[in-house]
């Protein structure tokens, strides 16, 4: 008896290939937006644990804000426009230093830091995120102290005093994140803030008029350009952030 022989319907290499692609796209996980990595860090941890330091936080915005108000109304009649520039300029980002250094030095000096690195989230991911807040938070209260300062001073110009302040906070946020991730020891963003401070206070100090009047007068557009640009420097620094693990999860 004969044995009958099976047909088999092989497939094109056309056929094959389309296969091959969608088993791919669908056994790998697909990446996620910066927005819904963080949208998912917060649901599965929660304010109470991203912001286990409320309290802190709380106490240390009320008091560099007590203290700023004192300083501006102390101020008032000895000021002048130049001045309040170059003072803008400089001070706009304390409140994100303080706040972002506030948890961050503390969690590199834990003696668990090791062991945090190799969680799910590690101690650099938190970070990010709270940075994230933190200079939100920080860009809308400038907002308010500078809209309190066009009340004060009337020949402050508040365009373009909302701009110095918004650039400034934004170089300086690249700037404390480049430190952050390249710079070895808990005290690096420290260093970074004095930094800032001695080459913004060292001009003003050697001629405060010339320097104030420099910042002042530099064009509207150019503040855009600049916040612009170290506005998406800002994002990818914080993705890479996100995404960094030293050997073995360690920094």
Not at 69 to 95: C, E, H, R, V
């Amino acid at each position: 008896m004969e044995k009958q022989k099976v047909f088999i319907d092989y497939p094109t290499d056309a056929e094959r290939k389309n296969q091959i692609s969608y088993i791919v796209s669908v056994g790998l996980t697909k990446p996620k937006s910066f927005l819904s990595y963080l949208l998912e860090m917060y649901q599965q941890l929660g304010f109470r644990y991203l912001f286990r330091d409320a309290t802190e936080i709380l106490f240390t915005t009320c008091l560099a804000l007590a203290l700023l108000l004192y300083g501006i109304f102390s101020m008032k009649s000895s000021i002048n426009t130049q001045d309040l520039y170059s003072f803008i300029f400089t001070l706009s980002p304390i409140f994100f230093f303080a706040l972002s250094s506030l948890f961050l030095v503390r969690a590199l000096m834990k003696d668990t830091f090791s062991v945090e690195m190799t969680c799910k989230y590690h101690v650099f991911q938190l970070a990010a995120f709270r940075m994230l807040i933190f200079s939100l938070l920080t860009m809308f209260m400038n907002i308010a102290l500078i809209i309190v300062l066009s009340f004060l001073f009337q020949s402050i110009q508040i365009l373009d005093a909302l701009l110095l302040s918004c650039s400034s906070l934004s170089i300086f946020s690249v700037l404390y994140l480049y430190a952050l991730r390249h710079a070895k020891g808990p005290y690096a963003t420290y260093v970074m803030m004095t930094s800032w401070l001695i080459v913004n206070v060292l001009p003003a100090t050697l001629n405060q008029n010339v320097y104030g009047m420099f910042l002042r007068h530099v064009p509207a557009y150019v503040y855009g350009v600049v916040l612009i640009i170290s506005i998406v420097l800002y994002v990818k620094t914080l993705k890479k952030l996100i995404a960094f693990r030293g050997a073995e999860g360690v920094l």
